[in-house]
């Protein structure tokens, strides 16, 4: 099947930097991208979509300007969460649609952030 | 919210048993998808039903579909330890790609 993959895999940061979240298609062109937070024992909370060359489209209650992302090419989308604070620790997944992928989204095995 | 919701929240089984979770939705779909996930990892995609389908087979995953009760069920049966891990049901929004997950199983099948 197709293959997504995130870099880093986990991050621990200070409190106040900014952390990027990549998030790349490797075998499909991926139209849409999704992003995902998931809390421990928790289900996935789903943060925004982006659609390549557009702006994201963020959830209720999801801070645009806290969550930056960036899907400048078919198979690369990032999420840049700023400023990050304690509260931001948590696990964030992304995941791919589009040309050859079908209805299926296809999911990066997600980055584990830890804030100090 | 459109989140599902699945019970059990908990399900803990001996080798062999089979497993069935269930999963409500408030939404009409398109489609339900069923997904895996393993304690801190990504997501395995598992089978996706159409509402128009009632039902659909995957090796030892059976997956079905009420679109009147708004509800779905997977089935695995001769349950193996490598099958403990949390399950999601996953609903879309018409026409968006957009799926919106359920709170989750969490199977333990014990050896």
């Known amino acids: 099947g197709a293959v997504v993959s995130q870099h880093p895999s986990r991050v621990i940061c200070k409190s106040g930097t900014s952390v990027k979240i990549e998030c790349r298609s490797l075998?499909?062109?991926?139209?849409?991208m999704f992003w995902y937070r998931q809390f421990p024992k928790q289900s996935l909370m789903l943060m925004a979509t982006s659609n390549e060359g557009s702006k994201a489209t963020y959830e209720q209650g999801v801070e645009k300007d806290k969550f930056l992302i960036n899907h400048a090419s078919l198979t690369l989308s990032t999420l840049t969460v700023t400023s990050a604070h304690p509260e931001d620790s948590s696990f964030y997944i992304c995941s791919a649609t589009g040309q050859g992928a079908g209805e299926t989204q296809y999911f990066g095995p997600g980055t584990r952030l830890l804030v100090l | 919210s459109q989140q599902g919701e699945e019970d059990p929240q908990a399900l803990s089984i001996q080798e062999g048993e089979n497993a069935t979770m269930n999963c409500s939705y408030k939404?009409?779909?398109?489609?339900l998808q069923w997904y895996r996930q393993n304690s801190g990892r990504g997501l395995v995609h598992l089978i996706l039903?159409?509402?128009?389908?009632r039902e659909k087979h995957s090796g030892r995953l059976r997956v079905t579909l009420d679109t009147s009760k708004k509800s779905s069920s997977l089935l695995i049966t001769a349950s193996r330890a490598a099958d403990t891990a949390s399950y999601f049901c996953a609903t879309d929004k018409s026409g968006t790609y957009k799926y919106i997950f359920g709170t989750g199983t969490r199977l333990k099948v014990l050896a």
């Open positions: 939404t009409s779909i398109n489609n």
């Open positions: 075998d499909f062109q991926a139209t849409t």
């Open positions: 039903i159409r509402s128009n389908e």
